[in-house]
């Protein structure tokens, strides 16, 4: 027994020692990492365009505020520290003394006042600064941010690709910030690398930043963001080592065959503050679809469970509400509808809509604006026709033109696929205010409208204590899950790809969407 002991003793110290040698393995300075990005690359300034692409070489090219870790916490970046006012209405950021632009000029409170007026003019997400009035720069490494109303969701604006800090001395040259030939070519930044070559539609490389405000970091020398649209071609570019890390990977059957391949891992782990959703749209504000009871009547003749392992390959996660599970905010305590034909056809006879001599109801359309959907579509019609709704489903000849009819409304129903962006001011209140009805592709494209759904989000968007925008945020998802304007489906099955000799890969908040300046190869 005691040689028993003895020897669960010894290799108790002997794991305790390799987790430790794992934990504290020294990251390694130098090399090459080459990494994949599905969709090409238009623009390299985060502070005028929104999305991943972007988001991936635009936050290692431009630094912001703040950076967060993976349990939401904010940390300092350009901001070696803040202050809020106990009133909520003035945001103090104390920069760190020794940045610099890659052209070698420091960064200054100029530039972060210079770079919220540019976001604020240009970037699609208005409610991320909206409440900011005026930014004071008393001086050179002190930015004042003034605000009209206390704003919860600011922290988080301030953080990765939402507000990269752009040097006014390159911008603030009179030409249009969105379209400025410094957005692609000769970029000065202010982030861990920077620029050596974009060629669209093929790659984006970029080099370690030398002057770095953050001693000894990049560790790499440099990246390389190879730009290859077939997922197929992705796959193999893993699997035979030809490309190290990738992020954003979304067909299944291709996770699922990466996860079976030596030498990689393969996580969904990070995208918390992306926050991708599908869901089934409904317009609320024309035919049958106006009746909440024919909403949850399609919900409960569509078998989710289907879909999740059937179509997902079990790469998804249930979203039983519009704001993504791994949110602090996220109430799953909310009406699911399981598959429930009975009830479904009760529901539909309840509303008036009585099948005729055919077994027919009504008819609707569904649409979808990118082919990796077209599954769920054509599933969402065929289980339709069990309770006597005739589906037709349209797809679009482009994006622009799908993006068209959900902005001018000219859909029944839509597979849509929208991301919560951090916090739900900037990602969620956009699809449910009654103000919002009509104004845009990722605006409430539903018309949905409800008086007391307007009030919640407008007392979450200025409440400061978490607890009670909690409390809030959890009767807004009760009543959108009750009335339905949308049918909530899984998480989009974002996943992250990368070579055992990657180490430190970003699967924070953010993703991609975050510096890269801890990233090494063993």
Do not use: C
Not at 295 to 322: E, L, P, S, Y
Not at 486 to 497: D, E, G, K, S
């Amino acid at each position: 027994m005691k040689s028993l002991v003895k020897n669960l003793l010894l290799a108790v110290a002997a794991s305790t020692m390799l987790a430790t040698s794992v934990v504290a393995e020294e990251p390694k300075r130098g090399g090459t990492l080459v990494a994949a990005i599905g969709t090409n690359v238009r623009n390299l300034n985060p502070a005028v365009q929104s999305g991943i692409v972007t988001g991936f070489p635009g936050t290692q090219l431009f630094a912001a505020p703040l950076r967060y870790d993976d349990d939401w916490t904010p940390q300092p970046y350009l901001a070696e520290s803040w202050n809020i006012s106990d009133d909520g209405l003035t945001v103090t950021l104390n920069l760190v003394k020794n940045a610099k632009f890659h052209d070698g000029k420091p960064i200054t409170s100029e530039d972060v006042a210079f770079s919220i007026d540019t976001i604020k003019a240009n970037h699609p997400f208005k409610a991320m600064f909206a409440p900011v009035e005026t930014v004071e720069t008393p001086d050179a490494h002190t930015a004042v941010l003034k605000l009209s109303k206390p704003h919860p969701a600011l922290m988080l604006a301030m953080s990765s690709q939402l507000m990269a800090i752009i040097p006014k001395h390159v911008y603030g040259d009179g030409q249009d910030a969105k379209t400025h030939p410094r957005n692609t070519t000769d970029v000065v930044g202010s982030g861990p690398f920077k620029l050596v070559e974009y060629k669209s539609g093929e790659h984006v490389i970029m080099e370690r930043f030398d002057d770095y405000f953050i001693d000894g970091r990049p560790y790499l020398d440099k990246m390389v963001l190879r730009i290859i649209p077939d997922p197929a071609a992705r796959t193999i570019a893993y699997e035979n080592g030809e490309v190290q890390f990738g992020a954003f990977e979304v067909v299944p059957q291709n996770i699922n065959r990466l996860k079976k391949a030596s030498g990689l891992t393969v996580t969904p782990q990070g995208y918390g503050a992306i926050g991708p959703i599908d869901w089934l749209a409904m317009n609320t504000t024309k035919g049958p679809l106006k009746d909440k009871r024919v909403r949850q009547a399609i919900a409960h003749a569509i078998d989710k469970n289907f879909v999740h392992k059937a179509i997902m390959r079990g790469t998804a996660a249930n979203a039983a509400t519009g704001i993504h599970p791994d949110s602090p905010f996220y109430n799953a305590d909310v009406p699911e509808y399981d598959l429930d034909l009975d009830k479904a056809n009760a529901l539909l006879d309840e509303a008036g809509f009585a099948k005729d001599g055919d077994g027919n109801r009504f008819d609707l359309t569904v649409d979808f604006g990118w082919k990796d959907v077209k599954p769920q579509v054509e599933y969402v019609k065929a289980a339709l026709k069990k309770v006597g709704i005739n589906v037709t489903v349209r797809a679009s000849a482009d994006f622009p033109t799908w993006a068209k009819r959900m902005g001018t409304m000219d859909y029944d129903m839509s597979w849509d696929t929208v991301f919560n962006w951090g916090d739900p001011v900037i990602g969620v209140h956009r699809t449910y205010l009654t103000s919002n009805i009509a104004k845009g592709v990722w605006s409430n494209t539903q018309g949905y409208s409800n008086a007391r759904v307007d009030e919640l989000l407008e007392l979450a968007g200025k409440e400061t204590d978490p607890e009670k925008r909690k409390a809030l945020y959890k009767e807004f998802q009760q009543i959108v899950a009750d009335e339905l304007p949308i049918y909530f489906m899984n998480t989009l099955p974002y996943h992250t790809v990368y070579s055992d000799k990657v180490g430190n890969p970003p699967l924070g908040i953010w993703s991609t969407s975050s510096p890269m300046d801890k990233t090494y190869l063993k």
